[in-house]
C-alpha cells in the first residue's frame, strides 16, 4: 500500500520507517529540512514541503495514495489546515494525530476517517495495524495465533454469522462484534461511537460498519481482511 505521512517527528519518523520496512511505498512529509535529511534514507521519499499551503499539496500523489496519516504534534494549526486541504483533495483515507480535546472535536467535525492518540498508540502498533487492509487492531497470541478487529467485509452486510460462513467456511471464532453508531458531541456534531453487541451466535446480524472481534491463525485472518 501507499502511505502519505505529514509530520515527521518522534511518533511520524517512526511510524513511516516502520511501515516501509513492512514493504510499504511511504511518503514523509515535513516543512522542516532537518527532519527531512535525517529520514530520507530510511523510507521510500522524504520531501521538504510546507502542507499548509494549497499549492504545495497540489504537487503530492494523493489520489494515488491508500491512506494520509497527519502526525504534526507542535502546531494545532498546521495539523488542522493540513487534515483541512486533505478532505478538499478527497484523499481516499485520513488518520489524523489528536493533539488536545478541542483538537478532536474539530477533527471530529471535519470528519476524518480515524484519530490517533500517540501517548497511547505507538507507531509500531499503528504500523501494524495499518500493514493489513483492514486491520483495525490486532494482538498476537503465540507465534501463528492473534485476536483482531477486522472490519466487516462488504459481502457480509445483511447476513448472519452462519450465512457468512463462520466457522465452517472461515474457521475463526468470532468472540464479539463492536457497532458504531452516530451521537452529538459537545458543540453538536455527529461522532462515531462504538458499542459493543455481545455474546454472538450464529444468528447474529452482520452490518455495515462492525468490527468483528476474531480469534485464529494468522494467515485465516490475512485471507478474511483481503476480502
Do not use: W
Not at 52 to 68: G, K, V, Y
Not at 178 to 204: C, M
Amino acid at each position: 500500500m501507499k502511505f502519505l505521512i505529514f509530520g515527521l517527528g518522534n511518533f511520524g519518523g517512526a511510524l513511516a520507517i516502520k511501515l516501509t520496512n513492512l514493504g510499504h511505498e511511504v511518503i514523509g512529509v515535513d516543512k522542516r529540512e532537518d527532519k527531512v535529511l535525517a529520514i530520507k534514507d530510511s523510507i521510500t521519499y522524504a520531501i521538504n514541503l510546507d502542507s499548509t499551503r494549497q499549492d504545495a499539496m497540489r504537487t503530492l500523489p494523493l489520489s494515488e495514495t491508500d491512506t494520509a496519516i497527519v502526525c504534526i504534534g507542535e502546531d494545532e494549526g498546521s495539523a488542522m489546515l493540513t487534515t483541512a486541504l486533505l478532505k478538499q483533495f478527497k484523499a481516499k483515507r485520513i488518520i489524523s494525530r489528536a493533539i488536545s480535546p478541542l483538537h478532536q472535536i474539530i477533527l471530529e467535525a471535519m470528519g476524518v476517517d480515524e484519530l490517533v492518540h500517540p501517548e497511547e498508540d505507538s507507531a509500531d502498533r499503528l504500523a501494524r495495524r495499518l500493514d493489513i487492509k483492514g486491520l483495525v487492531e490486532s494482538f498476537h497470541v503465540g507465534e501463528d495465533y492473534k485476536i483482531a478487529e477486522i472490519t466487516v467485509p462488504l459481502k457480509f452486510i445483511g447476513k448472519t454469522v452462519g450465512q457468512a460462513g463462520f466457522p465452517k467456511i472461515h474457521p475463526l471464532t468470532i468472540i464479539t462484534i463492536i457497532r458504531t453508531e452516530l451521537e452529538a458531541n459537545a458543540i453538536g456534531s455527529e461522532r462515531r461511537v462504538h458499542h459493543i453487541v455481545g455474546v454472538v451466535d450464529q444468528d447474529t446480524l452482520l452490518k455495515e460498519g462492525d468490527l468483528l472481534v476474531l480469534f485464529g491463525r494468522i494467515k485465516d485472518i490475512e485471507k478474511l481482511s483481503e476480502m
